[in-house]
Nanobody
């Protein structure tokens, strides 16, 4: 059973930085993708970043240039480094995972961040991030 655990949330001032971690267990394919999404009260979950096991990464325009995504395969962990945080980044952040059987289809998971919400089937419990003055 695929399980995901997020950590690293918290509260920072505008312009500050945070790093979220997502540790996965139960991945049984060499072809998989890990994504990050966020959800504010009353809003739909928004896909913001994705990294595939083949190395493809993608970012939503709202975080491009401020957020980076990396992975540590030895620790089965993906990191979301968030810099220059803004009040509108305040949200619950979720990581998600999805497995495939080949390169083409696993990379397709990361080509459009808007599809993260519906393309990924396994989700973590979420981590709260608050940007306050």
């Amino acid at each position: 059973q695929l399980q995901l655990v997020e950590s690293g949330g918290g509260s920072v001032q505008p312009g500050g930085s945070l790093r979220l971690s997502c540790t996965a267990s139960g991945i049984t394919s060499d072809y998989y993708a890990i994504a990050w999404a966020r959800q504010r009260p009353g809003k739909e979950r928004e896909g913001i970043s994705c990294i595939s096991s083949t190395g493809l990464t993608n970012f939503a325009s709202s975080v491009m240039g401020r957020f980076t995504i990396t992975r540590d395969n030895a620790k089965n962990t993906v990191y979301l480094q968030m810099n220059n945080l803004k009040p509108e980044d305040t949200s619950i952040y979720y990581c998600a995972a999805e497995m495939r059987r080949e390169t083409a289809t696993v990379q397709a998971l990361c080509t459009k961040t808007v599809l993260i919400r519906t393309s990924f089937g396994s989700w973590g419990q979420g981590a709260q991030v608050a940007i306050t003055s």
